[in-house]
């Protein structure tokens, strides 16, 4: 069975530092897609990056990136030059394409300090 | 820990037809969060409870979906009448409160012919 184990429930950090948030899956399967969401407290979903299993180049969406390491089962999230309005609740999962089964991570709350 | 309990894991009915998503939270949590998820929107919040009670449904889509949470240990999303727009996987997720982290359940696949 898929797994997705964000191991960190919650982290603080300065403003303008760089944070990496971290995510490890467990899957006998070998094309998978991966995602990390952002909640912030408004609650609604906010898709902020996503990778296939099948492209070794890690994804990339302006101050995001992930550093997939799939032999690993990693997917961590590094946010660069922290921004008060990063402060939410980050999700993990993991999508299954032949059968679009999604399995999520507990999250981790991140806050940003000023 | 058994987990947050989603039922009916698939669901294929035909358009025009009431559909009742069920979720049963882990013990003691006291938020419950229902979230749907499709390959084109992603996933989206519809509504979410604290202590039993609707804090926001902004998320939800129209007056056919509707919630409730009539104990602390139960809660349901209708849609009545359903349309094929309404395919997709449902999820429940609760938590101990509504910004501690969540547990999410198997997700309802349904399917509106």
């Known amino acids: 069975a898929q797994t997705v184990t964000q191991s960190q429930p919650e982290m603080s950090v300065q403003e303008a530092e760089t944070v990496t948030l971290s995510c490890t899956y467990d899957t006998s399967e070998s094309n998978y897609y991966l995602f990390w969401y952002k909640q912030p407290p408004s609650r609604q979903m906010i898709l902020v990056i996503r990778q296939e299993a099948y492209k070794q180049q890690n994804a990339t969406e302006n101050r995001f990136s992930v550093n997939f390491q799939k032999a690993a089962k990693s997917f961590s999230l590094k946010i660069s030059d922290s921004q008060l309005g990063d402060t939410a609740m980050y999700f993990c999962?993991?999508?299954?394409?032949?059968?679009?089964?999604?399995?999520f991570g507990k999250g981790t709350r991140l806050h940003i300090l000023p | 820990d058994a987990g947050v309990i989603q039922s009916p894991r698939h669901e294929v009915t035909e358009m025009g037809q009431e559909v009742t998503l069920r979720c049963k939270p882990i013990s003691g949590h006291n938020s419950l969060f229902w979230y749907r998820q499709t390959m084109m929107r992603g996933l989206e919040l519809l509504i979410y409870f604290n202590n039993n009670v609707p804090i926001d449904d902004s998320g939800m889509p129209e007056d056919r979906f509707s919630a409730k949470m009539p104990n602390a240990s139960f809660s349901t999303l209708k849609i009545q009448p359903s349309e094929p727009r309404d395919s997709a996987v449902y999820f429940c997720?609760?938590?101990?409160?509504?910004?501690?982290?969540?547990?999410f359940g198997d997700g309802t696949r349904l399917s509106i012919l």
């Open positions: 999962a993991f999508m299954r394409p032949r059968d679009d089964k999604i399995i």
């Open positions: 997720a609760s938590s101990l409160t509504d910004d501690q982290p969540q547990h």
